[in-house]
Nanobody, 119 residues
């Protein structure tokens, strides 16, 4: 299984970005998809998650501004980010929990995509 993230970039405060995470391989199911971020000098933090039933959870700092979604037919996950502010500047990582393939199951991290928000 390989993950490819895309959609990061540089925007001004108040702008929007949409991150994508696409998994390739013979995937039977993905239990949960999570987005993490790690800002300069900060620990990695959970931003949002969505399970296979579509139940979502958000960090308080992004609730109401970010929306997580998944497309199981395409083994893809998305993070729509609106009203961005400089505190959202970080490298964003996709994390797939319990990916089931013909070889069993495992968890997978994406390579990360940089988001930079200027004031």
């Amino acid at each position: 299984v390989q993950l490819v993230e895309s959609g990061g970039g540089s925007v001004q405060a108040g702008g929007s970005l949409r991150l994508s995470c696409v998994a390739s391989g013979n995937i039977f199911s993905i239990s949960r998809t999570e987005w993490y971020r790690q800002g300069p000098g900060k620990e990695r933090e959970l931003v949002a998650s969505v399970n296979k039933r579509g139940v979502t959870n958000y960090a308080g700092s992004v609730r109401g501004r970010f929306t997580i979604s998944r497309d199981d037919a395409k083994n893809a996950a998305f993070l729509e980010m609106n009203i961005l502010n400089p505190e959202d500047t970080a490298k964003y990582y996709c994390f797939l929990v319990r990916v089931v393939t013909e070889d069993g199951w495992s968890d997978y991290w994406g390579q990360g995509t940089q988001v930079t928000v200027s004031a």
